[in-house]
C-alpha cells in the first residue's frame, strides 16, 4: 500500500517535477562552461598580494607607475609613509612558492599573501626579475598548498579565447575573458624595455596584476601584468616559457642567468617588394665572439638569422626574446641565410664568460670604464664615494648617443648597486640580452637615471 503523501500527488504534477528536473540539470549543463570549469580547477591557486611599501626614490617609476600613468593615484615621494600595495599571485608549487609581478612587491618591507581559503601568511622574497617584471614568493604552512603548473606558451594561437584571473580583494576570485590580440609585443614602460609580451583584449586592472591569463584547458599561459595607458582593451601577459625560467633560476641560483650563444645581432631593414609590402628579413649577425657557441657552431658575421627553434625571427627583438627563454646546454637550432644560401646549425647555449666582460661592455656600450682613483679625483672634483667613472666614450657608440661623457660616474645599472670595478663585472652577465638597461649616473654634484637602448 503507498504513503498517503505519494496517494495525495497528482501523476501531472509528479510528470511536471520530472520534466523540470531533467530541464535543471540540461540548463546546469550548459551553464558550465569551459570557462566556469577553468575558474573552479584555478580560483584556489590564485591569492592576494598586499604589502607595506617603503616609499624612498623619489626618481624611480615602477612597473605599475610607468604603465598605469594617470589612471591611478600612486605617490612615490621621498620620505612618504609605508603604503598599501595589492596585487595578485599564482601559487605554482605545493610547497608555497608564489609568482607575482616585481612592481608588486617592489621595496615592500612587508608581504602578505590572503588564499581563497580567508587564510593570511606572510611572505619573504626568494627573488626577482626585473627586466621580466616577475618575482617569486614563499609562503609557509601546514600541508601541500592548491597550485597549478606553468603551462606551455610556444604555441599561443592569435585569437584564441583566454581567461585573465585575479584576487584584488583576498575575498575571492575576479574573473575576465577576451582573446590574444598579438604576440612578441615590446613595451615600453617609463625607463624600462620589456619585450615578448602576450597582448590581450582580457581587462586587467591593477589589482590583478601578477594573477594567471589561460587557456580554455585551463593551462597556465602567462601572467598578467597591466593594462596600457592609453586605454582599455589593451592588456599584457608574461609568457609562461619565459616566467618558467626565470621561476627555475630564481630557485637555484637566486637571479636569473641569461643563455649565451655569443652572437651580436641587429634587425635588418624590412626589404620592399614591387607592391611595396614590407618583407621583414631577419636579424644579422654583426659580431661573433672568437670561442662562442656561436662561434663554435659555425656562424660568422653578415649570416642573417630567419629562425630560431622552429620559430621566425624577424628582428633584434626576436631574437632576445628567443634567447632568453634558452639555459645553458640547451641545443637550440638557428635557420640562417648566407648570401643566397640557406643553412642550419645546431648551437649549443652556455654561460657568460667572466673574462669577457669589459671587453664585451666597451664592444656594446662604446665607454672605458675605471676605478675612481686618487688622480682622478683631482682631475675631476665632487665625485662620489663609490661607482665606476667613464675615462672614454667612443663616437657614433650607444654610450654617445645616449649622452654619457668622460668624468661621469656610474652607480646602478637596473637594479643592481655599482661599488666598483669588481661589482660591474660580476653584474655584466645580466646586462647580456637586454633590450635596454637602466643606469644611474653621477655628474657632479647631481644624479640622474638615464635609459641606455641596447636593441
Known amino acids: ?8 500527488v497528482p501523476v501531472s504534477a509528479l510528470v511536471t517535477l520530472a520534466v523540470w528536473t531533467t530541464a535543471s540539470t540540461q540548463d546546469d549543463a550548459v551553464r558550465v562552461s569551459p570557462v566556469v570549469q577553468v575558474v573552479r580547477k584555478v580560483g584556489p591557486a590564485v591569492v592576494n598580494i598586499s604589502t607595506e611599501e617603503k616609499l624612498e626614490n623619489p626618481f624611480h617609476k615602477t612597473f605599475l607607475q610607468a604603465v598605469f600613468g594617470s589612471l591611478f593615484d600612486i605617490s612615490s615621494s621621498s620620505g612618504a609613509p609605508a603604503a598599501d600595495s595589492l596585487g595578485s599571485g599564482i601559487v605554482i608549487d605545493g610547497r608555497g612558492y608564489i ?7 617592489l621595496r615592500a618591507s612587508k608581504i602578505n599573501v590572503r588564499f581563497a581559503d580567508r587564510r593570511k601568511l606572510a611572505a619573504e622574497v626568494i627573488g626577482t626579475d626585473p627586466a621580466s617584471d616577475l618575482a617569486v614568493l614563499k609562503v609557509e604552512g601546514a600541508g601541500d598548498f592548491t597550485s597549478i603548473a606553468l603551462g606551455r606558451s610556444a604555441d599561443i594561437l592569435p585569437g584564441e579565447t583566454v581567461i585573465a584571473i585575479g584576487n584584488p580583494s583576498g575575498t575571492g576570485s575576479t574573473v575576465t575573458t577576451g582573446v590574444v590580440s598579438t604576440l612578441r609585443r615590446q613595451v615600453k614602460a617609463g625607463d624600462r624595455i620589456y619585450a615578448d609580451f602576450i597582448q590581450t583584449d582580457a581587462s586587467i586592472n591593477a589589482g590583478n596584476s601578477g594573477g594567471p591569463l589561460l587557456n580554455v584547458r585551463g593551462d597556465l599561459i602567462g601572467v598578467n601584468t597591466a593594462i596600457h595607458s592609453e586605454g582599455p582593451g589593451v592588456s599584457f601577459a608574461i609568457p609562461s616559457d619565459r616566467a618558467r625560467k626565470v621561476f627555475e633560476d630564481l630557485l637555484r641560483y637566486g637571479e636569473v642567468r641569461i643563455a649565451w650563444l655569443g652572437l651580436d645581432v641587429r634587425s635588418v631593414a624590412a626589404e620592399v617588394d614591387p607592391k611595396g609590402a614590407g618583407l621583414p628579413a631577419g636579424a644579422s649577425v654583426r659580431r661573433v665572439y672568437a670561442g662562442s657557441p ?7 658575421a653578415g649570416d642573417v638569422i630567419v629562425q630560431m627553434a622552429g620559430k621566425s625571427i624577424f628582428s633584434h627583438e626576436d631574437f632576445d626574446a628567443a634567447v632568453s627563454r634558452l639555459k645553458a646546454d640547451d641545443i637550440v637550432s638557428i635557420s ?3 648570401g ?12 657568460f664568460p667572466p673574462g669577457l666582460a669589459e671587453t664585451y661592455l666597451s664592444d656594446q656600450v662604446g665607454v672605458d670604464l675605471a676605478d675612481i682613483s686618487l ?17 672614454r666614450v667612443r663616437l657614433r657608440s650607444r654610450g654617445e648617443a645616449t649622452g654619457l661623457e668622460e668624468g661621469d660616474v656610474i652607480r646602478q645599472i637596473n637594479d643592481l648597486p655599482i661599488h666598483d670595478m669588481s661589482t660591474l663585472r660580476a653584474a655584466i652577465p645580466r646586462m647580456v640580452g637586454r633590450g635596454s638597461l637602466l643606469l644611474k649616473v653621477a655628474r657632479g654634484r647631481n644624479s640622474y637615471y638615464v635609459t641606455l637602448d641596447m636593441s
Open 340 to 351: 643566397p644560401e640557406e643553412r642550419v646549425a645546431s648551437v649549443t647555449a652556455g654561460d
Open 294 to 300: 656561436g662561434d663554435r657552431a659555425g656562424l660568422a
Open 336 to 338: 640562417y641565410e648566407r
Open 99 to 105: 609568482l607575482t609581478n616585481e612592481h608588486v612587491v
Open 1 to 8: 500500500m503507498r504513503p498517503a503523501s505519494l496517494r495525495k
Open 375 to 391: 688622480s682622478l679625483r683631482s682631475q675631476y672634483p665632487q665625485l662620489p664615494d663609490e661607482g665606476v667613472i667613464v675615462t
